[in-house]
T-cell receptor, first 117, second 114 residues
């Protein structure tokens, strides 16, 4: 079984600042994906960024980037030029993948990110 | 973009009654459906996985006779909470996986059992 750990229950930064959310995971699997999801007050899950474990290059999506350290089993999310709309719960998630398809996601406990005006 | 329709968005029921939650993929086929629940101020927990035309696989601690999952077609899956009790009150989210292995999420159903 795999575990996902987010050690920051809550973070608060000023608008336009850069913030990094941490995530570590534990698995014995070789084939997997890692995700960051955003959950605003509406509770709709929104994909922020996805990383395939076999790719060494860190994924980037506009203001969002990850620092994927496979050996250390670390997968942090960096948000640049933070905006008020970034205020939300952020969940790190792990998905095992095999030839038979993908398993469901294992989520961390989440980090509540607050962007202050 | 792909659309997932989950209904109802909110339901209140009396203890002992059954509630059905529907999840439809409107413009893609979902070969696999994942069902999660989220208690207040907690993370999402996987309840079960179903593949179209097959019986669902339940996670440890989830009662299969209480949470009935039907995935009879590639565009519709249902979760029925049978004989609901207050401890079943939670936010339930479906997550279909498309044939090209993309993951989506429904908008969730808040179940409140009185």
């Amino acid at each position: 079984a795999q575990t996902v750990t987010q050690s920051q229950p809550e973070m608060s930064v000023q608008e336009a600042e850069t913030v990094t959310l941490s995530c570590t995971y534990d698995t014995s699997e070789n084939n997997y994906y890692l995700f960051w999801y955003k959950q605003p007050p509406s509770r709709q899950m929104i994909l922020v960024i996805r990383q395939e474990a076999y790719k060494q290059q860190n994924a980037t999506e506009n203001r969002f980037s990850v620092n994927f350290q496979k050996a250390a089993k670390s997968f942090s999310l960096k948000i640049s030029d933070s905006q008020l709309g970034d205020t939300a719960m952020y969940f790190c998630a792990f998905m095992k993948y095999s030839g038979g398809g993908a398993d469901g996601l294992t989520f961390g406990k989440g980090t509540h990110l607050i962007i202050q005006p | 973009g792909a659309v997932v329709s989950q209904h109802p968005s909110r339901v209140i029921c009396k203890s002992g009654t059954s509630v059905k939650i529907e999840c439809r993929s409107l413009d893609f086929q979902a070969t696999t459906m994942f069902w999660y629940r989220q208690f207040p101020k907690q993370s999402l927990m996987l309840m079960a996985t179903s593949n179209e035309g097959s019986k669902a696989t339940y996670e440890q601690g989830v009662e299969k006779d209480k949470f009935l999952i039907n995935h009879a077609s590639l565009t519709l899956s249902t979760l029925t909470v049978t004989s609901a009790h207050p401890e079943d009150s939670s936010f339930y989210i479906c997550s279909p996986r498309s044939t090209n292995e993309k993951l989506f999420f429904g908008s969730g159903t808040q179940l409140s059992v009185l």
